[in-house]
């Protein structure tokens, strides 16, 4: 057998199957390339996810919802950034009352489970339970009681849905226990500071209960957060206005290249000769009627304005009194 046979039954070996073989078509064997780990990631050349989660969430042992594994979750509630990031699930959780509406909305972009929250503070009771039975009817894979909850009120959520429940805390204490025994199945670390304390002594009260955190800003908290036993790490992006300003100044440093080479191009040609500039169109959107200078608002001379209009006034012909309509009776029809 030729070493092109050889090359080609060994291909079916494990050790031969992440190659390819190029071969010119004579039975010169061709140059082994090895393949990449796994298929190509597919991007497209406009719809893609420009907000990335950290690397470092990435070492989290994540937890599997519905047959999803989730180490990532977006803290946020603008559409535009769920819509461009790719998280393993949102955690869309507001400082306002819950409303079914924010819900739909945000179900309606998010291609990631979504867990809203339903209350704890302002919300409690009855209308919280409702609250997250709307939520599960509507599509959210999971619904976040904020931390002042009850263990009551836990319960009778737990007791009206289906989706877990993620109980927020801010210490382990007797509260948290009974939070866990009312049936919270996920438990959400607030901590602040004392995040990876509060973790670490809730990871051994209860080694395979599912728990969230915060990243935090820098590698090293996020690693120490991880360390801790967090299963998943919630990770706030950067804002629109942070985005929109970092993409301007992008904007404005290329045209400056562009301008100098254009200057370049034109001192080189022998053209010096600057054109005139055209004055900027002033900004009316912000300024009173007083400061728009002439020439870009038409305005009505106050001569013309005070003037009264030639020709009669209108006077109505029926005089202050509607005709008579004629009655048609039963029989007029």
Not at 185 to 195: F, H, Q, S
Not at 251 to 272: I, L, N, P, Q
Request: charged share 20%.
């Amino acid at each position: 057998m030729s070493d092109q046979s050889n090359a080609i039954a060994g291909a079916d070996q494990p050790s031969a199957r992440r190659s390819i073989i190029f071969t010119d078509g004579t039975d010169a064997i061709g140059e082994v390339v090895p393949a990449a780990d796994g298929p190509s990631p597919i991007e497209g050349r406009l719809r893609k996810a420009p907000l990335r989660v950290p690397e470092g969430y990435g070492k989290c042992t994540g937890f599997t919802l519905f047959g999803r594994r989730i180490r990532s979750l977006l803290y946020s509630t603008d559409v535009a950034v769920i819509r461009n990031s790719n998280a393993d699930a949102i955690f869309a959780v507001y400082p306002f009352t819950a409303q079914p509406a924010i819900t739909q909305a945000l179900l309606t972009v998010a291609e990631a489970p979504l867990f809203v929250g339903v209350g704890g503070g302002t919300t409690t009771g009855r209308r919280a339970a409702e609250l997250a039975a709307v939520s599960e009817m509507q599509g959210a894979a999971g619904v976040v009681l904020n931390s002042p909850a009850t263990p009551d009120m836990v319960a009778q959520v737990v007791s009206t849905v289906d989706i877990p429940v993620v109980a927020s805390i801010t210490r382990f204490d007797e509260v948290t226990r009974q939070k866990v025994e009312a049936g919270a199945r996920i438990i959400n670390v607030a901590a602040g500071r004392n995040t990876a304390a509060v973790i670490r002594e809730l990871r051994e009260a209860y080694p395979n209960l599912p728990i969230l955190a915060t990243g935090g800003k820098t590698p090293e908290v996020t690693g120490a957060t991880v360390e801790a036993g967090a299963n998943a790490l919630i990770w706030a992006p950067p804002s629109i206005t942070e985005l929109q300003r970092d993409m301007m100044v992008r904007y404005r440093e290329r045209e400056a290249v562009e301008a100098v080479g254009t200057e370049d191009a034109s001192a080189a040609a022998g053209t010096t000769e600057a054109e005139p500039a055209v004055p900027p169109m002033p900004d009316i959107t912000d300024m009173s009627v007083a400061d728009v200078p002439a020439g870009v608002v038409d305005t009505v001379p106050p001569e013309a304005e005070a003037a009264v209009p030639a020709g009669k006034p209108f006077v109505s012909p029926f005089k202050s009194r509607l005709p008579r309509l004629p009655f048609l009776g039963r029989h007029g029809r």
